[in-house]
């Protein structure tokens, strides 16, 4: 673009400027150009992302990890916390058994081992008005927010004739609107600061459904939608939002909740022959996260071992 800056009096070949003007010229074409091309760079500029610092890009920004407490958010968080980010959590019990609360202080207390700052607390991703109190209690403790990671989800499996409206809606309310409400909880705050990285962990069913699936692959399709439309709704304020598509992870969720022989189709399926690693997807993630990705929105990355080939 620099190119055409300044240069639209000047005959390129050196000649007259009366006979260039009887054919059209390339460089021609470039003057006619110049107002959409300054306009062009006026957007750019405002775009304009962050520095590369290699190894320190990370350090000491503020990340949201949803259902961090256990599993793949576990290790999201984790590995946010060795890059040097300050990381808030959430995890919702469904039951009393208090379970839940001692599997988020387990990993609060590995993250404080890394030096970092870490919040977490229980909030129901699918009530709007927790999810707006959650990230307004994190900016006001952590000074700042630059990361998102929708990570919360659940499974409620069955065959679609037998699927009760309950299940369908807490699946959706979970896995979809709950990601709905973080993004739109933390927009505000993004857009007036031109900075943010958003993840959501989608899956390959997403993508690719099975037998008795039919809500949560609705659910993790809609993501992947929400996924483009937030994208492009922030982009132009320097916000990446991107999603990542699991394949079968090894979770305590998947191998107490899975059978065998489903888990053994999966090992198969994958061209690799195995079954992912919560780090596996953590890797991919802080990956997004970080500068290193600046020019990547909209976009899913599968991490599933080539499930979907
Ligand atoms: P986990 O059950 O370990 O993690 C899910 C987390 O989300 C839990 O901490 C859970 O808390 C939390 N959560 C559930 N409902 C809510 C809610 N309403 N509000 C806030 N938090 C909530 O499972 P995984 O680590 O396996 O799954 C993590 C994500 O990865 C999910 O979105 C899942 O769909 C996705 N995924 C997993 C795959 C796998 O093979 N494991 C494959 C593809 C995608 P609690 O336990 O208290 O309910």
Redesign the pocket.
């Known amino acids: 673009m620099q190119h055409s800056r300044g240069s639209s009096s000047r005959d390129p070949e050196g000649g007259d400027p009366a006979a260039a003007s009887s054919t059209p010229s390339p460089l021609q074409e470039i003057v006619i150009a110049d107002p959409v091309e300054m306009l062009l760079e006026e957007v750019v500029e405002e775009t304009q992302p962050q520095g590369l610092m290699y190894g320190s890009s990370m350090r000491g920004r503020v990340a949201i990890v ?10 999201i968080v984790l590995e946010l916390a060795r890059h040097g980010v300050h990381v808030a959590f ?5 039951d009393e058994s208090g ?2 609360r001692a ?2 202080e387990r990993t609060a207390r590995e993250v404080a081992q890394l030096e970092v700052r870490c919040h977490h607390c ?6 709007s008005e927790a999810v707006g109190r959650f990230v307004d209690d994190v900016l006001e403790r952590m000074g700042g927010l630059h990361i998102l990671v ?6 409620r499996d069955g065959a679609l004739w037998r699927l009760s409206d309950e299940k369908w809606r ?1 699946v959706l ?3 979809l609107t ?1 990601a709905f409400h973080m993004i739109r909880a933390v927009a505000p705050h993004f857009r007036r600061h031109h900075d943010g990285k958003i993840v959501n ?5 997403g993508i690719r459904s099975e037998f008795g699936l039919a809500n ?1 692959s609705a659910s ?1 399709a809609g993501v992947l939608g929400l996924t483009r439309s937030a994208a492009l709704e922030l982009g132009p304020s320097n916000v990446n939002v991107n999603a990542v ?10 191998t107490s909740g ?1 059978p065998a022989e489903i888990l053994d189709n999966a090992r198969e399926r994958a061209v690799l022959g195995r ?2 690693d ?1 780090q596996d ?1 953590a890797n991919v993630v802080v990956f997004l996260c970080s500068e290193l990705a600046r020019h990547i929105t909209g976009t899913v990355i599968p991490v599933d071992g080539g499930h979907l080939l």
Do not use: Q, W
């Open positions: 949803t259902g961090g407490a256990t599993g793949i958010g576990r290790a959430n995890y919702f019990s469904y379970e839940m599997e988020a229980e909030c129901d991703v699918r009530d929708n990570n919360a989800g659940i499974g807490t309310d979970t896995n709950g962990v989608s899956s390959v069913h949560y993790k598509a699991p394949g079968y992870i090894r979770t305590t969720r998947l899975v079954l992912g919560p997807v």
